[in-house]
Structures are given as structure tokens and as C-alpha cells.
């Protein structure tokens, strides 16, 4: 219950029990409720016509803490803690739903629609596996300076793992904000899935090189069969002989460095840009060999299939994928399928 007291000889009125402090005017009592002031943005605060010396507020985006107390000292407005300039933090409207997830990424962003004053220095995105990411961890962007829409990539995710993501943004006082929090759940890693530019076709296991227990790694093959080429003319001895696992892509860059035009097999992966990746490949036979483990889920021909491995200078490698039979010495000019592929 509040108590009314009036003291008219001395002019005071007290709100709560009725001992008053001799030298107040107003006195407020209470041991459990708080004394409420006005609550306005920095903008509406400046806002105010004609503030009155002594006015105080509390500005909700003003202050290192996010959030002050602020009084007009006649000429401007001032925090409690003596600042001289009010410190504003910036405005963020929005973290961008996550789009083009994957495996092991994901885009994100956000839109800061305002620096209310003090300018931005950096933004981004910050992303965990728990809840409220910050700048503090090392799994965030930065996207520059400035105040606008901005888009991030967010990499190196693991696959099947839901992941939280804010945008933030810090202004030159050193005050960092964050947008709301939102989450996406990357895509699961298996034989066929789609991403990558392709088609995974692969994965390492612990007998297989370049294996990481803590990261993914295999191949990805092209959806579809590039239509039956010359593995190269019967005139360079390329040097692309190597059969070990993993060799492909350094077969195919030997290939391509011998020669400067033509529609040959490893020539056309090297210059490929399919779905916005330039590492193509042709495979050396044990790379189709661990391929076409999963050939008809994969949309593999029983038919013949040129690798990168080369015998002699007429002569190279192809495989019968009808019945996964690796034949050596075939001669280049001959004309077969073949099927793009690059490591993840």
C-alpha cells in the first residue's frame, strides 16, 4: 500500500512511509519497487523540443551496455557516467534466413539498417553449435564497414549438424550488437546426395590416403557422362602414369599442359566450369575403381570409360563398367565415355 504525506509548512510530499528526509522536495520509499523514467531511442530523445536543463531519460540504444541513462545538461544531452558524446549502438534489423546449404557450408547475412551516429567498423556473421554465437569465437566473417545489407559464406561446417548463426556489427566505440539468432541444419554426407557440383560419389575411409577422422574428404563425380571423346591424339608421351590414389587431378593437369587445344577426355575436365567449380578431373583407374563401387546408383553405363592413366605414348587406360574390368593399352584415339570428377 502507498502512503500519501503532505508536509505543506515545508513543502515536501513523500510517496511510501511517512519518515521524509528533511532537504527533499520528493521523496519516493520502497524496498522492493524501482522508480521508472522515460524510455525513448536515441532518436526520439533528440527529438525532444526544447529540453529543459536537468531532463533526464533513459535512451533504450544509447551506452556501451546497450541501454543509459541520459540528462540535457542546456546544451546537450549527456550520460550519467559523464560522457561527453552519447554512445549509440548500431540498429540491426535482421540475420538472413541461411540459404545454399550443403555438406560443409552455408550463406547467411544480415541488414543493418542504421549506425545512429557512431560509425561502423566491421560486420559479419558468427555461427555455433550452441546457442548465442559471438565475435569471440574464430567461426565468424567479416564483411567490412558500414551500415547495409551484406552476405556472408559460412565454411568448414560439419555435415548433419545444426548450427546458430547471428549477424553483428561493431561500431568505432567498440560496441558490438547482435541481430536475432537463427539456425539451419547442414546437409547429410552420403553416396548420391546432391552438392558439391555433382554428385558424391565417394567417401575416404581409414584405409584410403588423405583420410581425416575430424573432416570429410572424397569424390564428387559430374550428374551426367560427357558424350565419347579421344582419351588425346597418339603423338606426347604426357607423363600421366600415375595409378596411385588421389593421382587424377595431377594426371589431368599433365594431360592438359601437353596439349593447348582439342576435345580430349582430361583436357575437357581440366577446362570445365560446371556448376561454378574449375578442379574437374579425369579419374585414374583406381579412382574409378572406388567410383564405380557405386556405379548404378551413381548413373554409370555398362560401357567403356577412359581414366587419366596413360601406358605409352599411343596407348592409355580404360575400364569396362559393365563388368568393372580395368584394361591397359587401349589406344588413345579410340572413343569413349568418360565422367568428370573433384575431391572434397
Given at each position: 500500500?502507498?502512503?500519501?504525506?503532505?508536509?505543506?509548512?515545508?513543502?515536501?510530499?513523500?510517496?511510501?512511509?511517512?519518515?521524509?528526509?528533511?532537504?527533499?522536495?520528493?521523496?519516493?520509499?520502497?524496498?522492493?519497487?524501482?522508480?521508472?523514467?522515460?524510455?525513448?531511442?536515441?532518436?526520439?530523445?533528440?527529438?525532444?523540443?526544447?529540453?529543459?536543463?536537468?531532463?533526464?531519460?533513459?535512451?533504450t540504444n544509447c551506452g556501451t551496455n546497450l541501454g543509459a541513462m541520459e540528462y540535457f545538461n542546456g546544451t546537450a544531452w549527456i550520460a550519467f557516467d559523464g560522457a561527453t558524446v552519447s554512445t549509440v549502438y548500431p540498429t540491426i534489423a535482421a540475420t538472413s534466413t541461411?540459404?545454399?546449404?550443403?555438406?560443409?557450408?552455408?550463406?547467411?547475412?544480415g541488414n543493418i539498417t542504421s549506425d545512429n551516429g557512431q560509425s561502423i567498423i566491421q560486420k559479419g556473421i558468427c555461427w555455433s553449435t550452441s546457442t548465442n554465437p559471438t565475435?569471440?569465437?574464430?567461426?565468424?566473417?567479416?564483411?567490412?564497414?558500414?551500415?547495409?545489407?551484406?552476405?556472408?559464406?559460412?565454411?568448414?561446417?560439419?555435415?548433419?549438424?545444426?548450427?546458430?548463426?547471428?549477424?553483428?556489427?561493431?561500431?568505432?566505440?567498440?560496441?558490438?550488437?547482435?541481430?536475432?539468432?537463427?539456425?539451419?541444419?547442414?546437409?547429410?554426407?552420403?553416396?548420391?546426395?546432391?552438392?558439391?557440383?555433382?554428385?558424391?560419389?565417394?567417401?575416404?575411409?581409414?584405409?584410403?590416403?588423405?583420410?581425416?577422422?575430424?573432416?570429410?574428404?572424397?569424390?564428387?563425380?559430374?550428374?551426367?557422362?560427357?558424350?565419347?571423346?579421344?582419351?588425346?591424339?597418339?603423338?606426347?608421351?604426357?607423363?600421366?602414369?600415375?595409378?596411385?590414389?588421389?593421382?587424377?587431378?595431377?594426371?589431368?593437369?599433365?594431360?592438359?599442359?601437353?596439349?593447348?587445344?582439342?576435345?580430349?577426355?582430361?583436357?575437357?575436365?581440366?577446362?570445365?566450369?560446371?556448376?561454378?567449380?574449375?578442379?574437374?578431373?579425369?579419374?585414374?583407374?583406381?579412382?574409378?575403381?572406388?567410383?564405380?563401387?557405386?556405379?548404378?546408383?551413381?548413373?554409370?553405363?555398362?560401357?567403356?570409360?577412359?581414366?587419366?592413366?596413360?601406358?605409352?605414348?599411343?596407348?592409355?587406360?580404360?575400364?569396362?563398367?559393365?563388368?568393372?574390368?580395368?584394361?591397359?593399352?587401349?589406344?588413345?584415339?579410340?572413343?569413349?565415355?568418360?565422367?568428370?570428377?573433384?575431391?572434397?
Amino acid at each position: 500500500m502507498l502512503w500519501f504525506v503532505f508536509f505543506n509548512s515545508n513543502a515536501q510530499t513523500i510517496i511510501g512511509n511517512a519518515n521524509a528526509t528533511p532537504t527533499a522536495a520528493l521523496e519516493l520509499q520502497s524496498t522492493s519497487k524501482g522508480f521508472l523514467v522515460p524510455r525513448m531511442t536515441y532518436t526520439q530523445m533528440q527529438a525532444i523540443i526544447t529540453p529543459a536543463s536537468g531532463l533526464q531519460v533513459w535512451c533504450t540504444n544509447c551506452g556501451t551496455n546497450l541501454g543509459a541513462m541520459e540528462y540535457f545538461n542546456g546544451t546537450a544531452w549527456i550520460a550519467f557516467d559523464g560522457a561527453t558524446v552519447s554512445t549509440v549502438y548500431p540498429t540491426i534489423a535482421a540475420t538472413s534466413t541461411a540459404s545454399n546449404i550443403s555438406f560443409f557450408s552455408a550463406t547467411s547475412g544480415g541488414n543493418i539498417t542504421s549506425d545512429n551516429g557512431q560509425s561502423i567498423i566491421q560486420k559479419g556473421i558468427c555461427w555455433s553449435t550452441s546457442t548465442n554465437p559471438t565475435i569471440a569465437l574464430s567461426t565468424k566473417t567479416t564483411e567490412g564497414s558500414g551500415a547495409g545489407t551484406f552476405t556472408s559464406n559460412l565454411t568448414s561446417l560439419l555435415d548433419t549438424t545444426k548450427y546458430y548463426v547471428r549477424s553483428y556489427a561493431t561500431n568505432n566505440l567498440g560496441v558490438t550488437v547482435y541481430g536475432a539468432e537463427t539456425f539451419f541444419l547442414t546437409k547429410k554426407l552420403a553416396v548420391n546426395a546432391i552438392g558439391l557440383g555433382g554428385k558424391v560419389a565417394y567417401i575416404l575411409t581409414a584405409t584410403d590416403p588423405g583420410y581425416d577422422a575430424n573432416v570429410k574428404h572424397g569424390i564428387v563425380v559430374a550428374i551426367a557422362d560427357q558424350l565419347p571423346v579421344e582419351w588425346a591424339p597418339n603423338s606426347i608421351l604426357t607423363g600421366a602414369s600415375s595409378n596411385a590414389f588421389g593421382a587424377g587431378l595431377s594426371n589431368s593437369i599433365l594431360i592438359y599442359n601437353a596439349y593447348s587445344s582439342g576435345q580430349y577426355a582430361a583436357r575437357l575436365a581440366r577446362i570445365s566450369t560446371l556448376n561454378g567449380y574449375t578442379d574437374w578431373y579425369l579419374p585414374n583407374y583406381v579412382e574409378l575403381q572406388k567410383i564405380a563401387i557405386s556405379k548404378t546408383l551413381l548413373g554409370f553405363y555398362g560401357d567403356y570409360y577412359w581414366t587419366s592413366s596413360e601406358n605409352t605414348i599411343s596407348t592409355a587406360t580404360r575400364m569396362n563398367l559393365y563388368n568393372n574390368e580395368v584394361q591397359f593399352n587401349q589406344p588413345k584415339n579410340n572413343l569413349h565415355r568418360c565422367r568428370f570428377a573433384r575431391n572434397f
